[in-house]
């Protein structure tokens, strides 16, 4: 069974503080995605990495895939209130058109 | 264009009752996904349609579970006699088909069973 693990599971932090959301798996992905979810609303995509090693930057967040494609990571400089929100990774299982989503990281920006 | 529709948005229901959640999907796309979120966790994957394709059902947890999809439109998930620990948030999610392609999620259904 594939799974993926976040971690940390909650964060709090003032705003203007950097912060790394981990996302790990002991099971190969062909393609990872990051997601953004705020209450009430369902998950909306920020990114897809497809290659190990692939770094993708959009304005403040900067994700990463790992070599082996088992792990990913996003990178937050200078949190704002608005990045608060539920974040959730996931990974294309091999061979399905499934995605198997992590355990999701609660951030909160305080101001 | 109008994006992912769920509803009820909410529905409160007693233990033992059937529920019936609709999902209607972004125009054209030919995939669609019920996915379950417990207490703002993760999203555990319900069941797939593809086009004319049998649906993938290998993520519901038990056989009071069921959905169709009519017309390769509109797709309803049914839960009968439902139980406390069916309550959750019930997502619903359309793409263009391919697990690369960008999922959208509708604003999802919250389920109370008392």
């Known amino acids: 069974t594939q799974l993926l693990e976040q971690s940390p599971q909650f964060l709090s932090i003032q705003e203007g503080e950097n912060l790394t959301v981990y996302c790990n798996s002991s099971s190969v992905f062909s393609s990872l995605q990051w997601y953004r979810q705020e209450p009430g609303e369902g998950p909306v995509l920020l990114v897809t990495?497809?290659?190990?090693?692939e770094v993708k930057k959009l304005k403040r967040l900067t994700f990463q895939f790992g070599d082996a494609r088992k792990d990913s990571s996003l990178h937050i400089t200078a949190a704002q209130p608005g990045d608060t929100g539920l974040y959730l990774c996931a990974g294309a299982a091999n061979n399905t058109d499934k995605l198997i989503f992590g355990t999701g990281t609660r951030l909160q920006v305080f101001p | 264009g109008a994006g992912v529709s769920q509803s009820p948005s909410n529905k409160v229901t007693e233990k033992g009752k059937d529920v019936e959640l609709r999902c209607d999907p972004i125009s054209g796309h030919t995939a669609l996904y019920w996915y379950r979120q417990s207490l703002g966790q993760g999203l555990e994957f319900l069941i797939y349609?593809?086009?004319?394709?049998?649906?993938?059902k290998s993520g519901l947890p038990s056989d009071r579970f069921s959905a169709e999809r009519t017309g390769g439109s509109v797709s309803t998930l049914t839960i009968q006699r439902t139980q406390q620990e069916d309550s959750a948030v019930y997502l619903c999610?359309?793409?263009?088909?391919?697990?690369?392609?960008?999922?959208?999620f509708g604003p999802g259904t919250r389920l109370l069973v008392l």
């Open positions: 990495v497809v290659t190990g090693g």
């Open positions: 349609f593809q086009g004319n394709s049998a649906p993938d």
């Open positions: 999610a359309s793409s263009l088909g391919g697990v690369a392609e960008t999922q959208y």
